[in-house]
């Protein structure tokens, strides 16, 4: 699979790395709820992963409960071979009680997510949904900004990311120009132009590296338009609907997945690195990971430049 840099991290990461936040989770048939987790599953799905070329594996403590920094932490334990192939994230901040953004907070989210990792340190740990906590306290000298400088310079930490859902409050801490990297949902894709006003500039004003979360839009551009389909925190209408059913016909003439369009489309731009998308079971991780090696033309890519716009639908909202 191609690789990019990370921006100043210099970290080298796979096009197509594994989110987690659904793992070990498998949908039932037409249904894109979350279900009962499988720890045995789990593991499956990171050794698909890697097995398939993806080293970048994105996780938190929030995901599952913590039981998916737990089976991470299983799958490499059991695979150490794989282990050596991949580079494993996570976050500090905000977990299945709460959020907890004070620097004791997050150095014992830090202390617990390597144990359960079972690793002594970390290439890099974002400051996760820093939404209800006031910027200037998770940048001040009792916050999360500063407990991962602390673990920086005593060498737990290399390098310190932001990563929040919203738009609105990730842009604030990408042009701080503090953050190495970001992780940057619900607002690059096909159908999803937010980062193009403001992060994406300030990524490249500070050489912030960005991981693009929800690249797939709930799973829309991974299947193209499905009858009676369902997807999490999204409403699409008919006409956005429709517009994904050009992209998709546009991908067939050129006999290319839409998969691999929707996952390769993100990283043209060159501060995206990587994208992230979730993948419950592992075929789900298999096919994503394979598509990051499919080989688009330019003539694709030009022909497609028309269709991308962006389309408020695939802007999350709350049930």
Same mark, same amino acid.
């Given at each position: 699979?191609?690789?990019? $840099?990370?921006?100043?991290?210099?970290?080298?990461?796979?096009?197509?790395?594994?989110?987690?936040?659904?793992?070990?989770?498998?949908?039932?048939?037409?249904?894109?709820?979350?279900?009962?987790?499988?720890?045995?599953?789990?593991?499956?799905?990171?050794?698909?992963?890697?097995?398939?070329?993806?080293?970048?594996?994105?996780?938190?403590?929030?995901?599952?409960?913590?039981?998916?920094?737990?089976?991470?932490?299983?799958?490499?334990?059991?695979?150490?071979?794989?282990?050596?192939?991949?580079?494993?994230?996570?976050?500090?901040?905000?977990?299945?009680?709460?959020?907890?953004?004070?620097?004791?907070?997050?150095?014992?989210?830090?202390?617990?997510?390597?144990?359960?990792?079972?690793?002594?340190?970390?290439?890099?740990?974002?400051?996760?949904?820093?939404?209800?906590?006031?910027?200037?306290?998770?940048?001040?000298?009792?916050?999360?900004?500063?407990?991962?400088?602390?673990?920086?310079?005593?060498?737990?930490?290399?390098?310190?990311?932001?990563?929040?859902?919203?738009?609105?409050?990730?842009?604030?801490?990408?042009?701080?120009?503090?953050?190495?990297?970001?992780?940057?949902?619900?607002?690059?894709?096909?159908?999803?132009?937010?980062?193009?006003?403001?992060?994406?500039?300030?990524?490249?004003?500070?050489?912030?590296?960005?991981?693009?979360?929800?690249?797939?839009?709930?799973?829309?551009?991974?299947?193209?338009?499905?009858?009676?389909?369902?997807?999490?925190?999204?409403?699409?209408?008919?006409?956005?609907?429709?517009?994904?059913?050009?992209?998709?016909?546009?991908?067939?003439?050129?006999?290319?997945?839409?998969?691999?369009?929707?996952?390769?489309?993100?990283?043209?731009?060159?501060?995206?690195?990587?994208?992230?998308?979730?993948?419950? $079971?592992?075929?789900?991780?298999?096919?994503?990971?394979?598509?990051?090696?499919?080989?688009?033309?330019?003539?694709?890519?030009?022909?497609?430049?028309?269709?991308?716009?962006?389309?408020?639908?695939?802007?999350?909202?709350?049930?």
């Amino acid at each position: 699979m191609r690789t990019k $840099i990370l921006g100043r991290t210099g970290l080298e990461t796979t096009v197509v790395g594994l989110g987690t936040i659904f793992i070990g989770s498998p949908p039932p048939s037409g249904n894109i709820g979350r279900l009962e987790l499988d720890e045995e599953v789990g593991v499956q799905t990171v050794e698909a992963a890697i097995e398939a070329g993806c080293n970048w594996i994105d996780t938190a403590p929030l995901y599952g409960g913590t039981a998916s920094e737990k089976i991470i932490g299983q799958a490499l334990k059991n695979r150490p071979d794989l282990a050596e192939k991949c580079t494993v994230v996570t976050k500090a901040g905000n977990l299945q009680g709460g959020q907890d953004h004070s620097m004791d907070g997050v150095l014992r989210s830090v202390e617990a997510s390597l144990e359960r990792l079972g690793v002594d340190r970390f290439d890099l740990v974002y400051i996760h949904d820093a939404i209800k906590s006031p910027f200037d306290y998770v940048m001040g000298k009792d916050g999360a900004f500063a407990a991962l400088r602390k673990l920086q310079d005593e060498g737990v930490v290399r390098f310190i990311g932001c990563a929040t859902n919203d738009p609105k409050i990730n842009v604030l801490y990408v042009e701080s120009g503090e953050f190495d990297a970001a992780v940057v949902p619900n607002a690059w894709s096909l159908l999803n132009q937010v980062a193009a006003e403001r992060i994406l500039p300030a990524a490249e004003k500070y050489n912030t590296g960005i991981s693009c979360g929800t690249p797939l839009e709930r799973g829309l551009l991974a299947t193209g338009p499905v009858e009676g389909a369902q997807y999490v925190r999204r409403n699409f209408t008919p006409e956005c609907l429709s517009h994904v059913g050009k992209i998709q016909d546009l991908c067939r003439d050129y006999d290319i997945p839409l998969l691999a369009a929707s996952l390769q489309w993100p990283t043209r731009h060159p501060m995206v690195a990587n994208v992230i998308p979730g993948a419950r $079971i592992g075929d789900e991780a298999r096919a994503n990971a394979e598509v990051g090696s499919v080989e688009i033309s330019e003539a694709f890519w030009d022909d497609l430049a028309p269709l991308v716009r962006h389309w408020d639908e695939a802007l999350p909202f709350d049930r």
